[in-house]
């Protein structure tokens, strides 16, 4: 498996057509998969914007003076108002609000950044990174699109890259029911692909000022393994969410 970034990408602005610009400057070929940067996708879909746009109500106010108490800066209420604006749930309010999105995914501050965002004060993340990743799939053309984002993780130090939208593959691989060299039957492995493949377009693409926010993964095989629909985990089942709802920072 091969793995490159496009280059020579310039700065993404509203309206810009991602797929052009990818397209222009690497020659795809069928069976890629393009590990496209959620930074970029947000910024041709107009998610750049400024703090104004978030006059702070009162529960953003009571969540920045809470996260004041137990952070050495003074967090701004309108960034905490576009928080929950952009969640559906909040499941950590200290030391940091962790949240989930209107798509299911769970990260810290809803996933807004403040890096790298030239026309406003914060960038959102994709409304819709599944339509994103199937409009881009459409008119690269290519295979496989995988919108990429970087998060934390539980029990682990640091970030890496994540899926948030996909299109033209299953985001897991199925491996219950074949065996293992001993002839065991597996019966629980569940191999989350798209967020290996966009940790792996991470290493590549780079942080900071790298500018390098689309990767193509070429000779990637599927292999013959049924597919699994499932990428973020029911709350039903997702005990760590349980148990971070009975918990309080002290």
């Not at 065996?179 to 692909?193: I, S």
Request: aromatic share 6%; proline share 6%; charged share 30%.
């Amino acid at each position: 498996m091969e793995l490159f970034a496009v280059p020579d990408l310039p700065e993404v602005r509203p309206g810009d057509d991602v797929a052009s610009l990818i397209r222009d400057r690497t020659d795809l070929r069928d069976g890629d998969v393009v590990c496209i940067a959620s930074t970029i996708v947000s910024k041709a879909e107009g998610r750049s914007t400024d703090l104004a746009s978030f006059p702070a109500g009162p529960r953003a106010r009571e969540l920045a003076e809470s996260l004041a108490e137990h952070t050495a800066g003074e967090p701004d209420p309108r960034f905490v108002q576009a928080v929950l604006e952009e969640s559906v749930d909040v499941l950590m309010e200290a030391p940091f609000l962790l949240t989930e999105t209107r798509f299911g995914h769970v990260g810290v501050n809803a996933g807004i950044d403040r890096s790298n965002v030239p026309d406003g004060d914060i960038l959102l993340l994709p409304e819709h990174p599944a339509e994103s990743a199937a409009g881009l799939r459409e008119s690269l053309p290519a295979d496989r699109v995988v919108v990429t984002d970087t998060c934390g993780r539980p029990f682990r130090h640091g970030q890496r890259g994540v899926a948030i939208g996909w299109a033209g593959l299953e985001p897991s691989r199925d491996w219950r029911g074949e065996t293992d060299r001993d002839g065991r039957e597996l019966g629980v492995t569940v191999e989350n692909v798209v967020d290996e493949l966009a940790a792996a377009a991470n290493l590549v693409a780079g942080e900071g000022d790298d500018g390098t926010p689309a990767v193509v993964v070429r000779d990637f095989e599927w292999g013959d393994h049924a597919g699994s629909n499932d990428h973020f985990r029911e709350i039903g089942t997702d005990y760590v969410r349980q148990a971070i709802r009975g918990w309080s920072y002290a």
